[in-house]
């Protein structure tokens, strides 16, 4: 490694949520970011029945029709990916996007937002479509944003992937 991990943070946000934790953490450790949009647009998964949509694609297991990315996430160290959780799973465009770059991935950490349950679920689902366990996960509730917990649990989870990464080093340069 570098002197500074080359970071990239990314992620799908339906509602606006997990793209407000992405830039925050990316501004916190620092990092590129990288949203994820499907092709049919936002109002995809808008309102009641773009809801209804993304729980439905969950449960089917459907594949999302994602636009291309800018960032080639070999060129990283560590990718942090973000998602909403939909019926304790990650969101479809996630679940998407990692199942297409699971082998270009060195070191992975997760983080979600979810109304209150179903995230060790969907870091479990995520862990196995990468087949590395993550450095750090973070879940932020809709109650820890109610309560404005959100930017000490994400400079936690910063902490955490830093230390990690150090670490990592440190084992490298011993080998």
């Given at each position: 490694?570098q002197?500074?991990?080359?970071?990239?943070?990314?992620?799908?946000?339906?509602?606006g949520?997990?793209?407000?934790?992405?830039?925050?953490?990316?501004?916190?450790?620092?990092?590129?970011?990288?949203t994820?949009?499907?092709?049919?647009?936002?109002?995809?998964?808008?309102g009641?029945?773009g809801y209804?949509?993304?729980?439905?694609?969950?449960?089917?297991?459907?594949?999302?029709?994602l636009?291309?990315?800018?960032?080639?996430?070999?060129?990283?160290?560590?990718?942090?990916?973000?998602?909403?959780?939909w019926?304790?799973c990650?969101?479809?465009?996630?679940?998407?996007?990692?199942?297409?770059?699971?082998?270009?991935?060195?070191?992975?950490?997760?983080?979600?937002?979810?109304?209150?349950r179903?995230?060790?679920?969907?870091?479990e689902?995520m862990?196995a479509?990468?087949?590395?366990?993550p450095?750090?996960?973070?879940?932020?509730?809709?109650?820890?944003?109610?309560?404005?917990?959100?930017?000490?649990?994400?400079?936690?989870?910063a902490?955490?992937i830093?230390?990690?990464?150090?670490?990592?080093?440190?084992?490298e340069?011993?080998m």
């Amino acid at each position: 490694m570098q002197d500074r991990p080359r970071i990239l943070v990314v992620c799908f946000s339906r509602s606006g949520t997990t793209q407000r934790l992405a830039d925050m953490l990316a501004a916190t450790l620092p990092a590129d970011c990288e949203t994820l949009y499907e092709r049919e647009g936002p109002r995809w998964r808008s309102g009641t029945r773009g809801y209804a949509r993304s729980i439905v694609d969950v449960i089917a297991h459907r594949r999302a029709n994602l636009r291309p990315t800018m960032h080639d996430p070999s060129h990283y160290d560590i990718v942090v990916v973000g998602t909403p959780v939909w019926a304790s799973c990650a969101s479809t465009p996630v679940a998407t996007w990692l199942a297409a770059h699971h082998r270009q991935f060195r070191h992975v950490a997760f983080f979600c937002s979810l109304g209150g349950r179903g995230s060790e679920k969907a870091f479990e689902q995520m862990h196995a479509s990468v087949g590395l366990s993550p450095l750090a996960t973070c879940a932020v509730t809709g109650a820890d944003l109610r309560a404005g917990r959100e930017h000490a649990l994400v400079n936690e989870f910063a902490h955490k992937i830093r230390h990690r990464l150090a670490t990592l080093e440190t084992i490298e340069w011993t080998m």
